[in-house]
């Protein structure tokens, strides 16, 4: 029949309706977001069990630690133990927390730790004097001059802190990158685009060609201008998958959670055996600074609370684990890093089944022949003269660039992990403060930078930068301005007051 009442396939001779027409519109647009969707899909199961791999590795290692603990130290300490089960185990649920992402200060919380272990201990180590709180805050202050656990705590909370905040950004990569892609596959096709599809995919069919495919040129026009507002996350999603792969080298390297975690409970041991061995030499200074305590009336027996027989503690170590964990990530990694722009010829190739770029005999949108327009760019800027889909580069897709901003935000989290910084980013236009990210330092140096922090840093605070931290070491940061230049600004501003009084 005629084809004057078609509205989207050419209007020559047609065994379709309008009715018919219709029906394949809707279907080729039910089919497209199908394939988009099972695309992405594909790209979150990778990623869903990257994420699932690693926190089964990292929890286990946690609760083997916290397991060897629990079996050794009874025998180890005896009272000094079983008068202080609660310690140990707020310590572990602590680390857990944190590592869940709970709002935790974790040298905040390492600090408390060892401030209420040396309490209990000092206690249980001189039973002969009545011991008051206000006498063990006079010790506490005392503590860091006396080091009466030795180097571990300070060592312990550099090595911990950069483990942990390295383990749990890159956990959350995993899952930051997956909800993403879940998103942005689910933004629906626009009106023109439908059109697009439904002619690229059905035309062939109301011309009795059915056995036709697209020509792949054809193709690629036509996907890459629905799928423009998608390909602007390739930037983004680039630089996530470095920072991912960048943090996971220091997790299998400078970082070592095997090392780290796993012998959590061996530092501990080593902490108060350092404070056995110098009870007398501590407790002497302790009296020096805060005065002699006096003597308890309570009558206490002493042997269950003496150094008990060592029991050799051992570390697991699972590091071949780890090793193939982090190569199979970065496998997975690199393969995905240019998902959004390669998507358009993946769905031509595989599922539109498009022909050959060479061939003359494929669909090209009105009839049986060669596509003669170029192939336009990736992304939105590039659709302004794409000869298939008329598309607005003036309005991109909010829901893709709040997904974009996403990205930012978890790779400057990333880029401030690589070296061993906290930071949680907040939802600003505050211009005030950059990234955070800086560059890449040296272990000793980024060692120095953790221990000199006082217990009560909180994790540093940023605006979401304007600009992405582009990959681990391209981040960049703006300081604020310094106290003698405020000082400066208000001179001025105090004599430029004076001058108008005059």
């Given amino acids: 029949i005629l084809g004057e009442h078609l509205r989207i396939c050419p ?20 089919e497209f977001e199908a394939m988009m969707k099972e695309a992405g899909r594909a790209v979150q199961a990778t990623l869903t069990a990257q ?3 690693f926190d089964s590795y990292f929890q286990d290692l946690l609760n083997k630690s916290e397991k060897a603990l629990y079996d050794a130290f009874p025998s180890m300490y005896g009272e000094l133990y079983t008068q202080n089960v609660k310690v140990f185990k707020d310590l572990y649920s602590e680390l857990r927390r944190y590592y ?7 040298e905040e919380a390492l600090n408390e730790f060892w401030t209420r272990l040396l309490e209990r201990l000092f206690k249980l180590l001189n039973p002969q004097y009545h011991i008051t709180d206000e006498y063990l805050d006079c010790m506490v202050k005392h503590a860091e001059q006396h080091r009466p656990f030795g180097e571990v705590p300070r060592d312990l909370k550099v090595k911990a802190t950069r483990a942990f905040i390295a383990a749990r950004s890159y956990a959350q990569g995993f899952l930051v990158g997956s909800d993403v892609v879940k998103k942005v596959s689910q933004v629906s096709l626009s009106h023109e685009c ?12 109301c011309r ?17 201008g629905c799928l423009a507002n998608q390909a602007d996350l390739n930037t983004e999603w680039k630089y996530l998958m470095d920072s991912l792969i960048g943090v996971a080298d220091r997790i299998d390297g400078p970082y070592n959670v095997d090392t780290v975690i796993g012998t959590i409970h061996m530092r501990i041991a080593e902490a108060i055996s350092n404070l056995q061995e110098n009870k007398d030499s501590i407790t002497s200074k302790v009296f020096q600074g ?14 269950d609370k003496k150094r008990r027989g060592k029991v050799p503690l051992e570390a697991k170590s699972s590091a071949q684990a780890l090793e193939m964990l982090v190569l199979d990530a970065k496998g997975n990694l690199t393969a995905l890093k240019t998902y959004w722009i390669t998507l358009p010829n993946s769905l031509c190739s595989k599922k539109v089944m498009a022909s050959s770029a060479s061939d003359d005999k494929c669909w090209n949108g009105m009839t049986k022949g060669s596509y003669l ?16 889909v008329e598309v607005d580069i003036t309005k991109p897709d909010m829901t893709i660039r709040q997904q974009i901003m996403q990205l930012k935000i978890m790779t400057n989290r990333l880029g401030n992990a690589n070296i061993g910084n906290d930071v949680d980013f907040q939802d600003t236009s505050d211009d005030m403060s950059g990234s955070g990210s800086g560059d890449s330092c040296p272990d000793d140096v980024c060692g120095k930078r953790l221990s000199k922090s006082p217990s009560t840093r909180q994790p540093e605070t940023h605006a979401i930068p304007k600009q992405s931290g582009h990959g681990i070491n391209g981040a960049s940061s703006r300081s604020l301005p310094s106290a003698s230049l405020l000082l400066f600004l208000l001179s001025l501003a105090v004599i430029a007051v004076q001058h108008l009084w005059r």
């Fill in 11 to 30: 209007q020559g001779y047609t065994c379709c309706t309008s009715e018919m027409e219709e029906n394949f519109a809707n279907k080729s647009r039910s």
């Fill in 51 to 53: 994420h699932r791999s």
């Fill in 100 to 106: 869940r992402s709970s709002n935790i200060n974790l």
């Fill in 194 to 205: 439908t059109r697009a599809i439904m002619k690229l995919m059905y035309c062939p069919h």
């Fill in 208 to 224: 009795g060609m059915s056995s036709v495919k697209p020509c792949n040129n054809y193709c690629l026009n036509v996907v890459k």
């Fill in 290 to 303: 805060c005065g002699n305590p006096k003597i308890s009336t309570k009558s206490s027996s002493s042997e």
């Fill in 373 to 388: 327009p170029e192939v336009m760019g990736d992304g939105l800027a590039n659709q302004i003269n794409n000869p298939e």
